[in-house]
């Protein structure tokens, strides 16, 4: 059972231009939402996040809109860099008591290409 | 601060041996748990703990896990079969305060142990 997902495995795009990275998910408990991006042979670090009580986070080229309604957010880049070639994991986590959001449920991930 | 290590980085094991995945932070943190990441699967939640001296179980079989101290949380893999064959990520983060509502702490991870079995 999939709670989180991510239909798009891959994503290529030209320098400069708009990257959007899709997530949906299934779980209503869900109260906060995170990306993380991942290197080859890298832990994932994490980039960026936003709480269900909002719609939008944004920090320097990055983008994460929430649609409660619809279970889906997206994770914007702009503009889109080389360097920012990487694989995007979507992850959502819930406060059950206060002592969930430790755990974290994935999407399968996207990857992500920007070509000079 | 040296931040989330894991060792071995790569290992191969025979079907029906016994391994330890190596996993240490020293950040003080007190969430700590094991994921691993598979092709097309993204990450998921093997085992956690959210302080020493406490674990929960996320997937039914073949894992078993110790959370002796803050800082260690090493991940056994008691008879390995073929289907473990993965990529096993360790993270920590701080605990939620008491008292505090709020988000959560950003999750730091480990870089990894590749682990093929055959």
């Known amino acids: ?116 | 601060n040296a931040g989330v290590t894991q060792t071995p980085k790569f290992h191969i094991l025979k079907t029906g041996q016994s391994m330890t995945l190596q996993c240490a932070q020293d950040m003080n943190h007190g969430y700590m748990s094991w994921y691993r990441q598979d092709p097309g699967m993204g990450l998921r939640l093997i085992y956690y703990s959210a302080a020493a001296g406490t674990t929960d179980k996320e997937v039914p079989n073949g894992y078993n896990v110790s959370r002796l101290n803050t800082e260690d949380f090493p991940l056994r893999l008691v008879s390995a079969a073929p289907s473990q064959t993965s990529v096993y990520l360790c993270a920590s983060s701080y605990s939620k305060p008491p008292g505090l509502a709020g988000v959560p702490y950003e999750q730091y991870f480990g870089p990894g142990t590749r682990l093929t079995v055959t």
């Not at chain 1, 290529?12 to 290197?39: A, H, P």
């Not at chain 1, 890298?42 to 809109?65: A, Q, W, Y």
């Open chain 1, 1 to 116: 059972d999939q709670q989180v997902k991510q239909n798009s495995p891959s994503l290529s795009v030209q320098e400069g231009r708009i990257s959007i990275l899709n997530c949906d998910y299934t779980n209503s408990m869900f109260d906060y939402f995170l990306w993380y991006k991942k290197y080859p042979a890298e832990g994932p670090t994490f980039l960026i996040s936003i709480s269900s009580i909002k719609d939008k986070n944004e920090d320097g080229r990055f983008t994460v809109f929430l649609n409660k309604s619809a279970k889906h957010l997206s994770l914007h880049i702009v503009p889109s860099q080389p360097g920012d070639s990487a694989v995007y994991f979507c992850a959502a986590t819930a406060n059950a008591g206060g002592t969930s959001y430790g755990k974290l449920t994935f999407g399968q991930g996207t990857i992500l290409t920007v070509h000079p």
